[in-house]
């Protein structure tokens, strides 16, 4: 498989719970490089924005209550299939459903507050490095 690249959030709930480093270690263990990383808090309405595509989800407004109630950490993260094995790395959505082993049955809470976030396509991987990321601060 090719080298990608993908759209990583380590979410306020695991901030909040200083869970950063173990979080970071769980994804360079699982073979992803971190080439770019910053810590910033959300504005309500950049937190609709990145959302937009579940805009008319019942979730919509509590997640984006969630992703603004604190400091997030975002990444590009390289490497081999990188979509994918970040998923894997990530496990299930809910919680309760993750394989063992992965950050979200590991650190997450509940399925929203479920630890990370990872783009789910290369299309969506794309957009999403843009909307956090200049060319200049990815150094691969
Ligand atoms: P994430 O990968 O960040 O993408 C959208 C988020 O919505 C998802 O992770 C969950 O944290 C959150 N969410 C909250 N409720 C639901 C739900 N019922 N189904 C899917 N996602 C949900």
Not at 58 to 63: A, K, M, P, R, T
Not at 126 to 138: D, K, N, P, S
């Amino acid at each position: 498989m090719a080298i990608q690249r993908t759209l990583s959030i380590i979410k306020p709930d695991a901030t909040r719970r200083n869970l950063t480093g173990q979080i970071i270690a769980r994804l360079e263990q699982g073979g992803l490089h971190v080439i770019a990383q910053k810590r910033l808090r959300l504005t309500r309405e950049q937190a609709e924005r990145f959302y937009a595509v579940h805009a008319s989800r019942s979730f919509f407004n509590d997640l984006c209550t969630f992703m603004t109630s604190g400091p997030v950490v975002v990444q590009v993260l390289e490497g081999d299939d990188a979509i994918a094995r970040n998923r894997r790395v990530m496990g299930s959505t809910n919680p309760a459903n993750a394989e063992a082993g992965t950050i979200r049955k590991d650190f997450g809470e509940s399925i929203e507050a479920n630890s990370v976030h990872g783009s789910d396509s290369p299309d969506t991987a794309a957009q999403e490095i843009r909307f956090f990321f200049a060319e200049m601060e990815i150094a691969g």
